[in-house]
C-alpha cells in the first residue's frame, strides 16, 4: 500500500522550456502532498505544501511564479517548472500524506531534470 | 528554527552487525517521527514511524524514543550489504502541521 508514482523519470530540454511534473496517489487519498529538491549530496530540501483545491504555500526563497504547483485531485498534484534554466537542474521529489501530523510521507521516485 | 541533527557519517559496520543510527531535533513539541532509507539516485523510502516514548520493532529494524533527551534513533540488527544507504532522520512540526523537518542524514556502509 502506499504507492506514490511520479512522472516522468528523467527530463532533458533546453533552457526556456517549461516542464510539467506528475505526482500521483494511486492506492490512497492524498489530502497533502510536498514537491522537494535534491542537490547532489544534499539534503532534501522542501519547494511547497499542497492541499488539495487550495493554493500551495511556498516556502521561502522559492519562487511561485516559477514553480507553479496544482492540487486538483486528491490524488494528483503537478509541478511546472516554467522557463528552466540550467540552475534549476536538480532532482526533484514529491510526497503525499493522507493527512494528519502523524501519517507519513510516502515518496515517488522522484524526476531528474537536465536543463541544457 | 526547527532542527534536526544527524551525523553524516560515513558510519562503517561488518555484515551481521548492529548499525545504530542517531538523531536529535530541536522541537520540544514535535510527536512524530520517521525513518527514512535513500539509496544513492533514488527517492527517500520510509522504513519506520514512531510517536510514543519507547521502543517500535518492525523486523530487523527497531526505532527508539526519548521525548525528554530529544532523542530519537535506529537500529538496524543483523546488518546486509543491501542495508548500505543514507538514512535520513525526519520529524514533525508541533503544532498541527503536516510538515517534517528532514535531517541531513547518516551514510551507513555495511561491510561484506
Known amino acids: 500500500g502506499a504507492v506514490v508514482s511520479q512522472h516522468p523519470s528523467w527530463v532533458i530540454c533546453k533552457s526556456g522550456t517549461s516542464v510539467k511534473i506528475e505526482c500521483r496517489s494511486l492506492?490512497?487519498?492524498?489530502?497533502?502532498m510536498f514537491w522537494y529538491r535534491q542537490f547532489p549530496k544534499q539534503s532534501l530540501m522542501l519547494m511547497a505544501t499542497?492541499?488539495?483545491?487550495?493554493?500551495?504555500?511556498?516556502e521561502q526563497g522559492v519562487e511561485k511564479d516559477k514553480f507553479l504547483i496544482n492540487h486538483a485531485s486528491l490524488t494528483l498534484s503537478t509541478l511546472t517548472v516554467t522557463s528552466a534554466h540550467p540552475e534549476d537542474s536538480s532532482f526533484y521529489i514529491c510526497?503525499?500524506?493522507?493527512?494528519?501530523?502523524?501519517?507519513?510521507?510516502?515518496f515517488g521516485d522522484g524526476t531528474r531534470l537536465s536543463i541544457l | 528554527q526547527k532542527e534536526v541533527e544527524q551525523n553524516s557519517g560515513p558510519l562503517s559496520v561488518p555484515e551481521g552487525a548492529i548499525a545504530s543510527l542517531n538523531c536529535t531535533y530541536s522541537?520540544?513539541?514535535?510527536?512524530?517521527f520517521f525513518w527514512y532509507r535513500q539509496y544513492s539516485g533514488k527517492s527517500p523510502e520510509l522504513i519506520m514511524f514512531?510517536?510514543?516514548?519507547g521502543d517500535k520493532e518492525d523486523g530487523r529494524f527497531t526505532a527508539q524514543l526519548n521525548k525528554a533527551s530529544q532523542y530519537v534513533s535506529l537500529l538496524i540488527r543483523d546488518s546486509q550489504p543491501s542495508d548500505s544507504a543514507t538514512y535520513l532522520c525526519?520529524?514533525?512540526?508541533?503544532?498541527?502541521?503536516?510538515?517534517?523537518?528532514f535531517g541531513t542524514g547518516t551514510k551507513l556502509q555495511v561491510i561484506p
Open positions: 510526497s503525499a500524506s493522507s493527512g494528519g501530523q502523524t501519517q507519513p510521507q510516502h
Open positions: 499542497s492541499n488539495e483545491g487550495s493554493k500551495a504555500t511556498y
Open positions: 492506492d490512497f487519498q492524498a489530502t497533502t
Open positions: 514512531i510517536y510514543s516514548n
Open positions: 522541537d520540544r513539541g514535535s510527536q512524530s
Open positions: 525526519a520529524v514533525s512540526y508541533s503544532g498541527g502541521y503536516q510538515k517534517v523537518t
